[in-house]
């Protein structure tokens, strides 16, 4: 009888030893037994409610990070070591990161809240098919600003940053491919140009933008805009959005000169420890009032045609964040660079950031 229990005992200490080793694998078992679901996305770019309302509804227990620009997640990814299970590249990074590999095909059928998408943001070069992405939130670069701070004076143009009396009034985004590319579309280039007399003239030109910048900033510019401790900033709409519902005063301008429209994706990468859960909750993210939620949370605009019923008319009907196709045709997509290209943006973008110091 002893000898019995003793082998029990055995039997079930090889046992839980082997639960504990193999969830270690896995790694998408919690202790308390709840998958978890890896999610990588831009800062401020989600309602957290739906996150716990995600929880909820699927038992998953999520685990949540941010990035604030491609190239930063991309590194990340390539780098391993932690694995994402829903990751929201913008399109030329989607090319990018097809090209090498590294996103898993989405089955269609697990999302089938893809038919609330409108039309317009499906099948786009970036991904023909939407084999690997689905539309999360589209916007513009462009220049949020106060015309009180500034005597009433209107902002239209790339070119009018450059004015003398907007001196330490300005706030960037911090990120390489919109600073170059406002230089290049300030001289009338296009912001894929890779010509290398032009990205020279681009920087010269971004230097000579010095006196007016007050800082390159992250998503502080959402505190600093509303608080007026600079009349101008370089950003993308959505947050343009939220710093004006926080002071009213301000509005939002695309240069005449033209700018880049982008659309950012949800997407799966390789390696996903759980893509049954990246589905769902891709799925449940394109649920229209879900997708609704959200716009109103973040600013941006969605591409969820079904959501729009359930936004105020304020919010769709505002043509400065919800440009017609008439207008966005106008503006360029980013191609997607070679590694080459990209360290040169990069390497032009930290010599603009030096001469600021
Ligand atoms: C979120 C900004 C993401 C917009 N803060 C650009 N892809």
Redesign the pocket.
Known sequence: MKKIAILLTAVLVIVLVLMVISSKLTGSVTKAGAKTLTIY?????IDPSLIAKFQKKYGYRVVYQTF?S?EAMLTKIQQGGTSFDVI?P?DYMISKMRGEHLLLPINQKQVPNLKYIDSRFLNLSFDPKNHYSVPY?W?T?GIVYNPKMLGGSKITSWNDLWDKKYRNQILLVD?AREIVGMGLDSLHYSVNDTNEKHLNQALQKLKQLTPNIKAIV??EN?LLLPRKEAAIGV?????AVEIMDENPELTYVIPKEGSNV?F?NMAIPKGAANKKGAEQFINFMLDPKNAAKNAEY?G?ATPDKAALRYLPKEIKNDKRFYPDKSLTDRLEVYDNFSKAVNARFNELFLEFKMSNQ
């Open positions: 996305n831009w800062g401020d770019y604030d491609n929201v913008s939130f916007g670069v990120s992250g998503d959402k950003l993308w709409s959505g947050d982008w950012d973040v941006y």
